[in-house]
T-cell receptor
Framework: EPEVTQTPSHQVTQMGQEVILRCVPI?????FYWYRQILGQKVEFLVS????????KSEIFDDQFSVERPDGSNFTLKIRSTKLEDSAMYFC?????????????FGPGTRLTVL | AQSVTQLDSQVPVFEEAPVELRCNYS??????LFWYVQYPNQGLQLLLK??????LVKGINGFEAEFNKSQTSFHLRKPSVHISDTAEYFC????????????FGQGTELSVKP
């Protein structure tokens, strides 16, 4: 069964450092997303990406964040200068006809810890 | 703007008892509705979804949910729970179009006791 994969599973970084979280969406999917979940809180939408550009972003997704699809398989989230409050679980998701109509498949997440 | 309210943050229940996890949403447009489950230290797994058609939706692990448009609700039910159902459950809504982002509720922690 196709699945979304994410690396690394856990990332520890110092405040102010740049981090790149990586995702491999399901092949042939069209839409890609990043969500985050601060410990003990709900899952929050960050950004959606379609046709090689951002289709929608939330207020959380400020200038410190960027996304990229550098090749045909990877989808990355970059945080330019991490803050303590960026500590969270980050989930990548993808959607497409191959995965079923209107069902987003989620990756296992990357736990980001900012010290 | 869309929003989702899960009325119960924690639901303790005994094994083999029935359970209902409540979810209400607000939206000015047609929506799709979803329930996801999150086991400790794991990702999100889709339990079931409502896109159109029958308002009673059956999902995995014996769960079902009923879409009630007049009450803007999408409550999740299971007639008999198991210890293994202990997890966090999230209700989510998206616009009824392709590629729409998911808006999640706060989550309900289901704790099944022997």
């Amino acid at each position: 069964e196709p699945e979304v994969t994410q690396t690394p599973s856990h990332q520890v970084t110092q405040m102010g450092q740049e981090v790149i979280l990586r995702c491999v969406p399901i092949s042939n999917h069209l839409y890609f997303y990043w969500y985050r979940q601060i410990l003990g809180q709900k899952v929050e939408f960050l950004v959606s990406f379609y046709n090689n550009e951002i289709s929608e972003k939330s207020e959380i997704f400020d200038d410190q964040f960027s996304v990229e699809r550098p090749d045909g398989s990877n989808f990355t989230l970059k945080i330019r200068s991490t803050k303590l409050e960026d500590s969270a679980m980050y989930f990548c998701a993808s959607w497409g006809v191959a995965g079923g109509l209107n069902e987003q498949f989620f990756g296992p997440g990357t736990r980001l810890t900012v010290l | 703007a869309q929003s989702v309210t899960q009325l119960d943050s924690q639901v303790p229940v005994f094994e083999e008892a029935p359970v209902e996890l409540r979810c209400n949403y607000s939206s000015s447009v047609s929506v799709y509705l979803f329930w996801y489950v999150q086991y400790p230290n794991q990702g999100l797994q889709l339990l079931l979804k409502y896109l159109s058609g029958s308002t009673l939706v059956k999902g995995i692990n014996g769960f079902e949910a009923e879409f009630n448009k007049s009450q803007t609700s999408f409550h999740l039910r299971k007639p008999s729970v198991h210890i293994s159902d202990t997890a966090e459950y999230f209700c989510a809504v998206s616009d009824a179009n392709q590629g729409g982002k998911l808006i999640f509720g706060q989550g309900t922690e289901l704790s099944v006791k022997p």
